[in-house]
């Protein structure tokens, strides 16, 4: 995973998680706590609000993003940077502050007056925007968006993130948002649900993330709260993205979202990085699923790493299954298959009603009594090599054609 470095805040596997604070100078904003336009009351919600409750970057919108709105002119938008570079100089707090734009006039504009990074909601559809981040050496967060100054956020198929991340490159300090939220009218709530499902997918170009769920409608929807009510599916969720890999999340609640992100890294699943003698490094990646493993296959140009085809994503995520209601028949085929049977990979151990204990995989072949009339065992294996098995099993028992059935259709 590359590590960022945005003027001196590391954001990567290799840090903390970190909090973007949210400030908006736009009056049409729709979050009013957020909202100001006089520098001196921006300045100190900032130094209170802020960087005070734990905010380690600034995010400063210049207008909203309402897609039931007017979209203003980077002129339009360079009117208003004043406002936030004074804010920017009234504030007494130490920040990363990012400019939220889409256009690379207004990115270089804030850059050279005091701004360290730039949030591009548009990610990249203005095609200079990378020039200028490079030219200025800053980080820069790239939301998932289509080729269209006017249509920030607007893919309205999740298949469809992953490529538009990529669009028009990436610079060396990118930093990939795959845009949660109504940002258009095709979009729903089910698809902002699938995204989080799949946000380790997303660390496939081996870039750090950022996620802006902040009381956001697809978790609201879920507890059925409103806007006012729904800082704890908020913070659930963040906890979670953290977990599954978020390195930024961007908020309106600092301290709240601070403490939930920090419980997030605090029990993450625990990867090793090391290196082994002078040169070759380890790093174990997030991988649960088929496509996790092919989006990093893809980055690294396996060969054979499209979707569905390669050998090596079909093994990368191990599943266990436990399977009751088996009959003699039914036993002996699974063992047949999974103790030098065809289905390389793959494991079954059947339980002992006699015994307490759980079976491992390994019982099944250590010659213990586990025939002792439990009908229940464990299937472990790869998707593939559970479908090997299913494969070799078909006919035996209808019962468990049609589970294996099942399960071969879930974990593919």
Known sequence: MRNVDAAGLGIGDD??????????????????PSVYDDPGEAAAYVDEELIGEGADIVDVGLESANKDLDVLSAEQELDRLDTAIETLESTSGDAVWSIETRYHEVADEAISRGFDMVNDI?????PEMPRVCREHDVAVSKMASPPDLERPGAIEDVDDIYEALSMNGFTDKTILDPAFGGWSAAKTHEDDRETFHRLREFRGYGRPLLVSINRKSFLRTVAGRSTEEALPVSLAATSMAVERGAHVIRTHDVAETRDA????AEFARDRYSGRGGDAVTVEELDVTTVREAERHLDRIGAAGATQGSNAVADSAAVRTFELSGLDEAAIGALRAATVGGDATGAAFALGDSNRATVATPHSATDGGDEAAGDDRGLLVGTPAAIDSVREAV??????????LADIDRHVN
Do not use: K, Q, T, W
Not at 15 to 32: F, K, T
Not at 261 to 264: C, K, Q, R, S, V
């Open 15 to 32: 840090h903390p998680p970190r909090i973007m604070g949210v400030l908006n100078v736009s009056e049409e904003s729709p979050y009013d």
């Open 122 to 126: 548009c990610g990249f559809a203005d």
């Open 261 to 264: 992100a920090l419980i997030g």
């Open 394 to 403: 078909s006919g035996v028992s209808e019962s468990l054609d049609a589970a």
